[in-house]
């Protein structure tokens, strides 16, 4: 999963870009998988599912539109009615939304987290229980 | 059209008339000027009528982006305001990191031209396609902090703001535009941007770039991440100390000014050296969009008289302007003072150049402490912050300095021309010509006068390993800042911060722009490089048109013998350089562009 240090993230949004060019190679309709949020002069948060080993997303989803497959979360846009109960149970807040409306789950680069890897300030990294 | 890596638009805004049109920016004219400065100087040049009053309504704000803003490549955060200055009377373009350029690139526009004057004070809000006029005079007359407050809260934090403070709003004429707590800062943009009663520009978008070769790009763009991550300064010494990186290198060259220039020992540099920065004040690193190496520190002071100040920075000119310059060894006034600028909206180089010089003025006796009403002399830090509140509201002694360092000493006459430390009107920054030669012809030739951001020999004459040339020699001067100067348009132009090229070299980013772009022009780097010689030539034609004055430098650095330091007994030899620089550029012996290299650039 990803873990994230707020207290050393500089705020420059390279996850958000390589995000952005892993998934999408700069031609896209849909946003990003992960949000980076700031207020001046310190805060700074980011919004993504983290792929934790204890996802409470699943159990929340009315319309079993989630599946863990090989531990990674993924939805089924023809299931969700986008009602977004899964991002309220995240005990990590995240909540990205794609273009169409639905939720934006990390796919973890097959497990590559290639934000992670770009992060220049080392604030994002691969963490947690594997 | 199908553009990569350019949005293709340019937004015009008539304030006037409350209207706006978008249209498309012809491919030819983008190849040729590359973006940002390149095209912001196109369009004033062109649209703007010659003689223009910088502060009337028919003078162009333009914000502009170039190619590589708002994608992966690195520290590609930069936005350009160009104009005609109200402070020199020439070409201005200031140039600012942060998150404005980028979110103006998603909201689908390259360039944002702002044209006429609001009967009242305005917010222009751009939303992708939706543009509104709202009304500001609930936030006219606030300070830039809080402006950016209420904007946020009433819009939301992604929404990116650039405003002026009350310094702005009074034409004050070395005000800034501040954008996210970084500022526009220099040739008084923020005065313009007052003039048309413009209080601020908010913006959000949510459309995306297309680049044209994904894969080459995310190639050389994770090599370029390599190089900046290995390299002593942007990989090392500036991640920890921002710009202070210099602090000490410098005064150990005798390049750092002291007391407006009349000395070059500094009694401070321990008191403000880039390890007290560090360890004293920081709380947290900084960044840029898309920068690995942030450079920008959030600090606070924690003990002294100015306990609690706080403000992003202090940047290298920050402390000498605010510290070595008006003789002050107290880094938590140098906080304070930064934190002045920003919340007032002034240019802090100018202002702490202009307080030095009223600081000598006092010590010859040419302004009298009943005209002040208080001391002010080198080394008194309250009085330095109160003369910095009388610039910001246009008060008493304040309202002359306001005018810059050249008006001033005009006025107050009696020989304090010699020591007004200016080139062209704009204030010099922290680096004595006397102690590394090539400075000073950097400083003459500079397309919006004094100014150390078109060409920075300093680490090619004193702190690089490799390639280091001799400070106090006139060989090869003239070439190196041409060339320097033309490459330093380009980075202008596409977007990307100067930084950059400390670890990055000229191919790496001419590889960058073609794989994002695609455009044919940008293939080889002589086309890239003749671009930048373009610019730097129609920036040139634009200052000769509204009447620029000769390439000289302050009767100081060329008459005056270095007191003391590593450079005793300097002059700067100037007038050698110069000739040897006009004959390279292909210009004549008054600095004007030759008819045959204009053909040849196609300025003609």
Not at chain 2, 286 to 304: D, N, R
Not at chain 2, 577 to 594: A, N, S, V
């Amino acid at each position: 999963m990803l873990i994230f240090d707020t207290k050393i993230c500089t705020g420059c949004r390279v996850c958000e870009q390589t995000c952005f060019q892993v998934h999408y190679q700069g031609t896209v309709e849909d946003g990003s998988k992960i949000k980076v949020a700031s207020r001046w002069p310190e805060k700074e948060t980011v919004s993504v599912c983290r792929q934790c080993s204890n996802p409470k997303c699943l159990e929340a989803c009315p319309s079993e539109a989630l599946q863990q497959v090989d531990g990674v979360i993924q939805i089924d846009h023809e299931k969700c009615t986008q009602c977004y109960l899964c991002f309220d149970a995240c005990p990590f807040k995240a909540r990205v939304i794609d273009q169409k409306g639905y939720p934006n789950f990390c796919d973890t680069c097959d497990g590559k987290y290639q934000c992670a890897q770009m992060c220049p300030a080392k604030a994002l990294k691969r963490g947690g229980h594997q | 059209m199908n553009y990569y890596g350019y949005t293709g638009k340019r937004l015009d805004i008539d304030l006037t008339m409350s209207t706006w049109t978008v249209s498309e920016l012809s491919p030819e004219v983008l190849s040729r000027y590359i973006g940002g400065k390149g095209l912001a100087a196109r369009i004033v040049y062109d649209e703007v009528d010659p003689g223009c009053d910088p502060l009337a309504p028919e003078n162009y704000l333009v914000f502009a982006t170039g190619p590589l803003t708002g994608t992966l490549a690195p520290l590609s955060g930069r936005t350009v305001v160009g104009t005609k200055s109200p402070l020199t009377g020439i070409w201005v373009d200031s140039n600012a990191g942060g998150f404005l350029g980028p979110e103006l690139k998603r909201a689908g526009y390259d360039v944002v031209v702002i044209k006429g004057k609001a009967a009242s004070p305005v917010n222009v809000l751009i939303e992708d396609s939706l543009i509104s006029f709202k009304p500001a005079d609930n936030l006219w007359g606030l300070d830039a902090e809080e402006t950016h407050n209420r904007l946020k809260n009433e819009y939301g934090d992604d929404y990116r703001v650039a405003c002026i403070g009350p310094a702005g709003e009074q034409m004050i004429p070395i005000s800034a535009i501040i954008s996210e707590m970084r500022g526009f800062g220099r040739g008084g943009v923020g005065a313009v941007m007052g003039s048309k009663n413009l209080k601020a520009l908010v913006v959000h978008g949510t459309q995306t770039l297309k680049i044209f070769d994904p894969e080459a790009f995310m190639r050389i763009n994770q090599e370029a991440y390599n190089e900046l991550t290995i390299h002593p300064d942007t990989g090392g010494g500036r991640q920890r100390y921002g710009s202070n990186v210099i602090y000490s290198a410098m005064n150990e060259l005798g390049v750092h000014p002291v007391r407006n220039f009349q000395s070059s020992v500094n009694e401070h540099a321990e008191a403000l050296s880039e390890d007290r920065m560090r360890e004293d004040l920081v709380v947290k690193d900084k960044a840029c969009f898309g920068c690995p190496v942030a450079c920008s520190k959030f600090s606070t002071v924690k003990k002294g008289k100015y306990k609690g100040e706080y403000t992003e920075g202090p940047e290298y000119e920050n402390t000498w302007a605010f510290g070595s310059q008006c003789g002050n060894g107290d880094y938590g006034a140098v906080v304070a003072a930064e934190h002045i600028c920003d919340m007032y909206g002034i240019d802090s180089i100018s202002a702490g150049n202009a307080i030095g010089f009223a600081m000598e003025c006092v010590q010859r006796g040419i302004i009298s402490k009943e005209e002040v009403g208080y001391d002010l002399e080198f080394g008194n830090t309250e009085s330095m912050i109160q003369m910095l509140h009388q610039i910001g509201k246009g008060e008493g002694v304040g309202l002359l300095l306001g005018l810059g360092t050249k008006a001033a000493a005009e006025k107050l006459g009696q020989g304090s021309d010699v020591f007004a430390m200016h080139v062209k009107g704009l204030e010099l920054p922290a680096y004595d010509p006397r102690a590394a030669y090539a400075m000073g012809l950097a400083y003459a030739t500079s397309d919006r006068g004094g100014c150390h951001l078109r060409s920075w020999p300093i680490a090619a004459e004193g702190l690089q390993h490799n390639g280091r040339i001799d400070p106090f020699s006139i060989e090869f001067k003239a070439e190196f800042v041409k060339n320097e100067q033309d490459l330093i348009s380009i980075v202008d132009s596409i977007g990307m911060c100067l930084f950059a090229t400390f670890a990055l070299n000229p191919r790496q980013i001419v590889r960058l722009m073609y794989s994002i772009t695609g455009q044919e022009r940008f293939k080889e780097i002589g086309d890239v490089l003749e671009s930048g010689e373009r610019i730097y030539n129609l920036t040139r034609l634009f200052n000769l048109r509204e009447g620029v004055e000769p390439d000289t430098l302050p009767p100081r650095l060329l008459d005056e013998e270095m007191p003391d330091g590593p450079a005793q007994g300097n002059r700067t030899p100037l007038k050698e350089m110069l000739e040897e620089y006009y004959f390279i550029r292909g210009w004549d012996e008054f600095g004007t562009p030759g008819q045959e290299k204009l053909a040849q650039l196609g300025l003609d």
